[in-house]
């Protein structure tokens, strides 16, 4: 049974399956058929399924005959009407074939038309598109347009701004075009010819301004006399409201503020031309005479090309160049003062361009690269000064100098820059300065001590006479009631001396105006350089008249009055000094004139001159002297030569009343000391080898000549003997041989009431000697000496006898 009962469960399950097979075969698509089928023959039941197909077929045919027989006389209808449709369509279908047929013939024009309608609106957007393309290509065209107008006119930064947005704008919306990409090849190129035409302009700039420097600095240099000026007048005037402004407040050089982030200009002017005629109301700026904007283009370029640093290296380099040219002077800059006015303007002219570079450009220049470049320039120029200075003889170039040198500071001071050391030379150059005006008066008083007549200065009216006093201090209450005509004591030398003592004073003066000096210093320059020209120059030039070969003591009478009146106006020209410096003399380390030693020392130096010249006059006169040393003949008066001699020294003498008491004394006690020795000389002269007793009487009778002149008192204020007693030697040394005393000389020799105190021992032996040769000379015989021989032989015994004892005299004093 259980078999039984499997059986029919797996012909149940068999059955469903070919069911179920049997429906996907009718509802699945033919294409995907094969998969079922597939599975029917992988089963065992093919033959079952088979006649299932068979059945399920034979029941689908009974379906359609029941259908095809249920609608077979609808179909018959159908067909029927079908052909009658046939024909009305045959009709139908030759109308429309006719109608096509007209319309074809009808629509040919019109197709034409459409086809032509057709190519216009092809060509229609075609030129839409060609105008699109070239809209966007005029813009780029233009742009190439507008550089090549703006190389061609030299607007370089404005080609090289068009030169960016052709690149970075326009280029890129037209870049696949050929021409677009000739223009991208291009624009290197561009970029280069900009920066070198660019360039060559900043070359053309600098070298324009090398060339003009120095009107560049006059113009500068003119502006700060003109405010140095105005500050003058301004410090004069009396100060109301408001205080006065800086220097740099009051004006400026360049007062044009240029933008550092675009050109100045489009056109490279250079330096402009300047009349050369002067207008004292109004000096043209330096920005009327520079066009700086090469600089400013050149400089926007290369910052826009990357290239800055570049540019700022090469404008600095070429202006180190031009700084070192500008700072080497010239050979002969020394010669006259406009080759120093060149040398400074240029010099300024150089700073005052880097200054305004400085403040119109952002790092092209910084302060520290100015301060290097001045530092250079201050250390050249005060070397240059220093050597080309050194040559200079004349005070007044010297004064023009230090003018130039101080406006030259004051200029540059008005920038920025440090002067002090300028400054610092102008004091090295004063102590120059006074060399040369030592130098110049030098000369001028030499012409005025030897165009001097050395006589006192008569004035016949009292305009005269004021006229003297005017220019000397001199106060003498007894000249002034004497009637006219008279006579100052002094020569002309006196007050043109004392003005030009004065005049150098003022000169001194000038060179410390405007160095910033305080009143205690200028006094102190002044008194100092006075000084040395009083003990120096002046003092040289007393002592080369002095030292005259061919000056007479009238000359050197006058030149002692002369001193002894300008030692007194020393203290004059103390007030003078204090008067323009407004220093006290009474104020601590103020320095003293020492006018007074020197006249002093000069009139020293004319007292011993005037006591050589009466020395020398007296041996010209003693060179006349004509003595006959054997004559044995008495004399009955003086020898002419010393009778002259005692008159010029009268003479002489009378001229020395307006000498102090004391020179003239002492000039007399000289004189007549001289004459005593030089006849005492004279009389123990070693060619005079022998003497008689006649030519010691003519010789004492001029001794006698001189004692009585000596007694007459040809100066006053000595007392009774003094004067004589510079013939005392003489005198005892005659009397000693005249008197033949010779026991009393040697009785009291040594003692000091001796009468015969002055006669030294081996002058009388000499004076013994000269005698006894002539004694013993044998060829002078004749009757008298004949008659008196034995006489003769006694005094030679006692000759020698005397003689004798004089040697033992003088051994026992050396001894």
């Known amino acids: ?462 305009e005269m006479y004021k006229k003297v006093i005017g220019q000397f201090p001199f106060q003498d209450t007894e000249l002034e009631k004497q009637p006219f005509p008279k006579k100052f004591p002094f020569s002309e030398f006196v007050p043109k001396v004392y003005n030009q003592i004065k005049e150098f004073i003022y000169a001194c003066l000038k060179f410390s105006e405007d160095l910033h000096l305080s009143s205690t210093e200028v006094d102190d320059m002044i008194r100092k350089s006075t000084n040395l020209l009083l003990t120096r120059t002046l003092s040289n030039s007393l002592q080369n008249v002095i030292k005259r070969k061919n000056i007479g003591l009238t000359e050197l009478v006058q030149i002692i009055i002369n001193t002894t009146h300008l030692e007194k106006s020393c203290k004059y020209l103390e007030e003078f000094i204090t008067n323009i410096t407004n220093v006290l003399p009474e104020t601590v380390h103020t320095t003293k004139l020492y006018g007074t030693t020197t006249f002093k020392d000069a009139r020293h130096a004319a007292e011993e001159e005037i006591y050589t010249n009466l020395n020398q006059k007296i041996d010209q006169f003693l060179q006349l002297a004509d003595y006959d040393w054997m004559t044995g003949d008495l004399g009955s008066k003086a020898s002419d030569y010393l009778v002259d001699l005692i008159a010029f020294l009268r003479s002489t003498f009378a001229v020395f009343t307006h000498l102090p008491g004391k020179v003239a004394q002492t000039a007399c006690m000289s004189a007549c000391k001289h004459l005593a020795t030089s006849l005492m000389q004279l009389l123990l002269e070693a060619e005079v080898r022998q003497l008689t007793l006649g030519a010691l009487q003519q010789f004492n009778l001029d001794v006698r000549e001189c004692e009585q002149f000596a007694r007459s008192g040809p100066v006053p204020g000595f007392q009774e003997d003094t004067l004589q007693l510079a013939f005392i030697d003489l005198r005892q040394l005659l009397d000693l041989f005249i008197q033949w005393d010779w026991s009393t000389y040697l009785a009291d020799y040594g003692q000091p009431t001796c009468k015969y105190l002055r006669v030294n021992p081996v002058t009388a032996l000499t004076l013994l000697e000269k005698i006894s040769r002539e004694m013993k000379d044998t060829s002078r015989k004749n009757n008298m000496f004949a008659q008196f021989r034995k006489n003769e032989r006694d005094k030679q015994k006692l000759i020698d006898t005397v003689a004798k004892q004089l040697r033992g005299l003088i051994s026992s004093h050396h001894s």
Not at 12 to 19: K, N, Q, V
Not at 31 to 43: N, Q
Not at 180 to 187: L, Q
Not at 409 to 417: E, H, I, K, N, R
């Open 1 to 462: 049974m259980e078999r039984v009962k499997m059986a029919e469960a797996e012909s149940l399950e068999t059955a469903a399956e070919h069911e179920r097979i049997l429906r996907e075969i009718e509802s699945t698509d033919t294409a995907c058929i094969g998969p079922t089928l597939r599975s029917v023959y992988d089963g065992e039941e093919h033959g079952r399924f088979m006649e299932k197909l068979e059945t399920r077929i034979r029941n689908h045919d009974r379906e359609i005959e029941k259908m095809c027989n249920f609608h077979y006389q609808g179909f018959v209808d159908s067909i029927t009407e079908l052909l009658k449709v046939r024909g009305e369509a045959q009709k139908l279908k030759n109308q429309v074939t006719d109608t096509n047929r007209k319309l074809q013939h009808e629509g040919k024009e019109l197709v034409i038309a459409m086809e032509e309608l057709k190519q216009c609106r092809l060509q229609q957007r075609n030129i839409s598109a060609t105008v699109d393309k070239l809209m966007l290509c005029l813009p780029v065209l233009e742009m190439y347009s507008k550089l090549r107008d703006q190389m061609k006119t030299k607007r370089h930064y404005p080609a090289l701004k068009t030169l960016e947005h052709l690149e970075h704008t326009y280029l890129p919306q037209v870049s696949h075009y050929r021409f677009c990409k000739v223009m991208v090849d291009n624009i290197p190129k561009l970029r280069e010819e900009i920066k070198d035409v660019s360039m060559s302009d900043l070359k053309d700039f600098l070298e324009s301004i090398r060339k003009h420097s120095d009107k560049i600095g006059e113009t500068a240099m003119k502006q700060a006399q003109q405010q140095r000026n105005l500050d003058n007048i301004i410090l004069q005037q009396p100060r109301i409201g408001s205080k006065r402004k800086s220097k740099k407040e009051a004006y400026t050089i360049f007062d044009t503020e240029i933008e550092s982030t675009s050109p100045k200009s489009e056109q490279d002017s250079g330096i402009l031309d300047v009349e050369d005629e002067e207008d004292d109301e109004e000096v043209p700026g330096a920005q009327d005479l520079v066009d700086f904007s090469p600089v400013y283009r050149c400089l926007h370029i290369y910052s826009v090309l990357g290239a800055r640093e570049t540019f700022e290296n090469y404008y600095r380099k070429q202006r180190r160049k031009q700084a070192r040219l500008v700072l080497q002077p010239p050979s002969n800059m020394h010669e006259t003062l406009d080759g120093y006015r060149k040398y400074f303007n240029q010099i300024v002219g150089f700073f005052v361009v880097e200054d305004h570079i400085l403040h119109t450009t952002q790092g092209l220049v910084n302060r520290a690269y100015i301060d290097e470049l001045w530092e250079m320039a201050l250390s050249k120029t005060i070397a240059a000064l220093r050597t080309h200075s050194s040559y200079c003889s004349d005070p007044n170039l010297v004064l023009d100098l230090k003018n130039l040198i101080v406006l030259f500071a004051d200029t540059l001071q008005v920038y920025g820059f440090p002067v002090n050391q300028l400054f610092d030379m102008l004091l090295e150059i004063r102590d120059q300065y006074s060399e040369t005006l030592l130098k110049k008066w030098s000369g001028i008083f030499r012409n005025i001590l030897d165009s001097d007549n050395y006589s006192p200065i008569p004035v016949t009216s009292e």
